[in-house]
Nanobody, 115 residues
Framework: QVQLVESGGGLVQAGGSLRLSCAAS????????MGWYRQAPGQQRELVAT???????NYADSVKGRFTISRDNAKNTVYLSMNNLKPEDTAVYYC?????????WGQGTQVTVSS
């Protein structure tokens, strides 16, 4: 079974930066789509960014220009570099992997941005 493990969350001041990492195991990740989603308390889980096997990226409008998603297939790892963080970015961030007919989720990592 595929396992996704996130790391890199924490507490930062508004305007600061964090880099999240998601290490995947149990499958080959040279193919498929990796992504990041987030969910704040009482809110719906929303897409943050995705990246295809070919390197095509997609971002939510709320993070476009501030966040960058990347992947290292040799390490089976996807990253989310977050800059100019805002309090409204506070949420649990989840790593996501989609391949064939399956979707896999990590356990989530907390990001808190203070004003």
């Amino acid at each position: 079974q595929v396992q996704l493990v996130e790391s890199g969350g924490g507490l930062v001041q508004a305007g600061g930066s964090l880099r999240l990492s998601c290490a995947a195991s149990g499958s080959s990740f040279s193919l498929g789509v990796m992504g990041w989603y987030r969910q704040a308390p009482g809110q719906q889980r929303e897409l943050v960014a995705t990246i295809t096997s070919g390197g095509t990226t997609n971002y939510a409008d709320s993070v476009k220009g501030r966040f960058t998603i990347s992947r290292d297939n040799a390490k089976n790892t996807v990253y989310l570099s977050m800059n100019n963080l805002k309090p409204e970015d506070t949420a649990v961030y989840y790593c996501n992997y989609k391949v064939y007919a399956s979707t896999y989720w990590g356990q989530g990592t907390q990001v808190t941005v203070s004003s």
